[in-house]
């Protein structure tokens, strides 16, 4: 049964979804200086705008992860995508423009992929790093039970 956890546990294994941005950056070093210990997960997805997605993990060590993974995710994304294209789901328009808007399916794969692989390394605490901007908290909570409820 999942349980939301009011305080950070130390000496624990605490999984990360991290983006390498300022705000999952600052939560791995405010993770290890409060006692826990950091595991960082980022997910591949593709993102053209990314130009070195080794870095990213890196990144993370830096910032005081014990151990930092960069999660392969684009085939589950393309599967995803193309079952979604198959069924029209998410077909819009905006300006004048019709598209596929597929946001909600990387984060469906980030959520799961990223804890199957906190679960292969035995990461039984996990939390996504956002700032409780938008719904990207319960998108995260959502589908990383499907993947360890």
């Given at each position: 049964?999942?349980?939301?956890?009011?305080?950070?546990?130390?000496?624990?294994?605490?999984?990360?979804?991290?983006?390498?941005?300022?705000?999952?950056?600052?939560?791995?070093?405010?993770?290890?200086?409060?006692?826990a210990?950091?595991y960082?997960?980022?997910?591949?997805?593709?993102q053209?705008?990314?130009?070195?997605?080794?870095?990213?993990?890196?990144k993370?060590?830096?910032?005081?992860?014990?151990?930092?993974?960069?999660?392969?995710?684009?085939?589950?994304?393309?599967?995803?995508?193309?079952?979604?294209?198959?069924?029209?789901?998410?077909?819009?328009?905006?300006?004048?423009?019709?598209?596929?808007?597929?946001?909600?399916?990387?984060?469906?794969?980030?959520?799961?992929?990223?804890?199957?692989?906190?679960?292969?390394d035995?990461?039984?605490?996990?939390?996504?790093?956002?700032?409780?901007?938008?719904?990207?908290?319960?998108?995260?909570?959502?589908?990383?039970?499907?993947?360890?409820?």
């Amino acid at each position: 049964m999942a349980t939301i956890l009011g305080t950070l546990p130390k000496g624990e294994k605490v999984g990360i979804a991290f983006s390498g941005g300022l705000d999952t950056s600052a939560a791995v070093h405010w993770m290890r200086a409060q006692g826990a210990i950091p595991y960082a997960y980022t997910a591949h997805l593709g993102q053209p705008d990314e130009s070195d997605y080794a870095e990213i993990p890196r990144k993370a060590l830096r910032y005081g992860a014990e151990k930092a993974r960069l999660v392969e995710c684009r085939p589950q994304l393309v599967a995803e995508g193309i079952a979604a294209i198959q069924c029209g789901a998410f077909h819009i328009a905006t300006g004048g423009a019709t598209y596929f808007n597929t946001t909600p399916l990387g984060r469906a794969v980030t959520g799961t992929m990223l804890v199957v692989a906190m679960r292969e390394d035995d990461v039984g605490i996990w939390s996504d790093g956002s700032t409780y901007k938008g719904n990207d908290i319960e998108r995260f909570y959502r589908y990383g039970l499907l993947a360890n409820p």
